[in-house]
């Protein structure tokens, strides 16, 4: 008996250091320089065209659209899918000049549905670059044309970098919460980006050749559709690619509802779509002799970082007390090595990347952002969110 629990207790150890130890060499590798893609530059420009999926956006697509009119030749290049919209985002976006689509279908709601129908409005004079770009974001000059660019050259998927923007007066909460955005963003995407492997899609952003869209369905209401499309295009044998100098700008909600309907949202589609695609790939890795799809599966692997840090609080508690108890403190030992490397990689890409945005003082409202998290990873127990909710825009 002892020795069976010896082994369960191994295992669990095992388990929960594995994506510690992923999360820390991409980490790790985020320390060290990289080429710049800026390098990198066409003679002719590609033909693309951007989508933007818009569901009662107007008091923010105003900003996303200056933001990148600058960045095309004409404003026809900018197609707002408006989506059962009720409210003025169609008005306020033909006001601009762009090319504005409506789209209403109470049945199925979500953005990969709109994506699909913005692709279908262009199948009989199609580009051959796709960029994707959320209606709540403000395009970093010079992005656009760096995206279409890469995609044009690799011929497969690139990912800008994505961050939020703290609010004016930011809590201690919103601090956390950008610390782990930043890392999940930037910090792991440039330590993947190091080492030559493929990221995940952060849902804005984002360029595809016309050719590999064609590959998979975006007609789904998924509630993480981009992690799910970043994996099925994977699969298809064209992995995504991070390009740091590309740089898109979201807001941080700031009302309590909208973050917390924000998290849910992201956090209970990362679980799910941990526990389903993580086999699928390691499954394709083996059959298709694949490393970069290991690779992936190794990155999906890793859950939301507060989750991770309460799975380890939690069978760290468990180790120490049956290493009192007489058993073996070799779990004890290899989970312990597992929280220092999650521990050195959290705070080296803080170093690096966020301390000049956050506040090293802001790290000791970290336990009081884990309690937050508490109800949000119970309910997934017990009821997981299976439906696509838009995030409440806050008033600005």
Not at 44 to 67: Q, R, Y
Not at 94 to 105: M, S
Not at 279 to 292: H, S, Y
């Amino acid at each position: 008996m002892n020795l069976i629990l010896e082994g369960l207790l191994f295992l669990i150890s095992l388990i929960l250091s594995i994506p510690c130890g992923v999360l820390f060499m991409e980490c790790l590798m985020s320390l060290f320089p990289g080429s710049t893609s800026l390098d990198i530059k066409l003679e002719n420009e590609p033909n693309f065209k951007i989508l933007i999926p818009a569901h009662n956006e107007d008091m923010v697509i105003d900003k996303t659209l200056i933001s990148l009119l600058s960045q095309v030749k004409t404003p026809e290049q900018i197609i707002v899918i408006a989506d059962n919209c009720t409210d003025k985002t169609a008005a306020i976006a033909q006001n601009f000049g762009v090319t504005v689509i409506e789209r209403q279908d109470t049945e199925k709601r979500g953005k990969g549905y709109a994506l699909d129908y913005g692709l279908n409005f262009l199948k009989n004079n199609h580009p051959d670059i796709i960029i994707l770009v959320d209606a709540d974001c403000y395009v970093t000059s010079g992005t656009i044309q760096l995206l279409a660019q890469q995609a044009q050259i690799n011929g497969r998927p690139i990912q800008a970098l994505y961050l939020l923007e703290k609010p004016t007066n930011p809590s201690p909460k919103d601090l956390i919460s950008a610390l782990a955005f930043l890392v999940k963003n930037q910090v792991r995407s440039t330590g993947l980006n190091r080492l030559g492997l493929p990221c995940l899609l952060a849902g804005t952003g984002m360029a595809f050749p016309w050719s590999v869209l064609q590959k998979v369905s975006l007609a789904s209401g998924n509630i993480v559709e981009d992690m799910q499309l970043g994996i099925d295009l994977s699969l298809a044998g064209y992995s995504p690619q991070f390009c740091p100098d590309a740089k898109v700008t979201g807001i941080l909600p700031q009302e309590s509802g909208a973050a917390k309907t924000q998290r849910t949202r992201w956090e209970h589609g990362h679980i799910k779509t941990l526990l389903t695609q993580v086999p699928r790939l390691l499954k394709e890795a083996i059959f298709q002799r694949r490393f970069d799809l290991f690779a992936l599966a190794l990155e999906v692997s890793v859950p939301p970082l507060s989750l991770l840090v309460m799975l380890w609080m939690i069978g760290m508690s468990m180790m120490v007390t049956a290493g009192l108890l007489g058993f073996s403190w070799l779990s004890t030992f290899i989970l312990g090595i597992g929280g220092v490397f999650l521990i050195v990689g959290i705070l080296s890409g803080w170093a690096k990347f966020g301390r000049e945005e956050i506040p090293g003082s802001a790290l000791i409202s970290i336990p009081f952002y884990l309690l937050w998290k508490i109800p949000l990873y119970f309910t997934f127990l017990i009821r997981p969110q299976s439906q696509w909710v838009r995030t409440k825009r806050d008033l600005s």
